[in-house]
């Protein structure tokens, strides 16, 4: 998805005991670009090692609490979506997203962003692969789509995909 990137080390005394770890980087880190979205993190996991290599598969992505923190404010709305999605080639993915409004809404505005926000979300899985649908998360493409059709609703400050992990064969209890 990301092509071949060094994404760091880790030691081990046998490869094989590498499997299943989990990386956790920001885009920056992956890109070797400053990249304004530093609040972003990779969750990638190893899947496969060839004597001295490793290679990763995404798991997840999460969006740094603090800064979701400096979003919420006093009177006004953030309204959270979480849904799972099936992508075009059947990979089965959790997400979830806010919206932070600029003043309070109302609940018959605050139900129909919702639906908007899971409306776009649902529409696009189904109609990308999951590295281009991942890519659109990531680079902030969907969260932009979601931004232009739901402030049609009510006036909206933001919109973040704030995590996203599959949920197909993955641990349910971890979150």
């Keep these: 998805m990301f092509g071949d990137v060094k994404a760091g080390d880790s030691v081990a005394d046998e490869p094989s005991k590498l499997i299943g770890r989990r990386v956790e ?36 992505h999460k969006v740094d609490n603090g800064y979701l923190r400096s979003l919420a404010r006093k009177g006004i709305s953030k309204i959270d979506s979480n849904i799972n999605v099936r992508t075009k080639d059947g990979e089965e993915m959790c997400v979830k997203s806010s919206s932070f409004t600029l003043k309070k809404a109302s609940g018959s505005q605050v139900k129909l962003i919702r639906k908007v926000m ?38 909206l400050r933001r919109v973040e995909i704030t995590k996203t992990e599959r949920c197909g064969g993955g641990n349910p209890a971890q979150s």
């Design 118 to 155: 899971e409306e776009i979300i649902i529409n696009r899985a189904s109609s990308l692969e999951l590295s281009n649908y991942v890519q659109e998360i990531i680079l902030g493409k969907l969260s932009s789509d979601i931004y232009k059709a739901a402030k049609k609703v009510y006036p």
């Design 25 to 60: 980087m920001t885009l920056g880190d992956l890109t070797g670009k400053l990249i304004k979205s530093s609040n972003l993190k990779l969750v990638l996991e190893i899947d496969d090692v060839d004597h001295n290599m490793a290679y990763t598969k995404f798991i997840g």
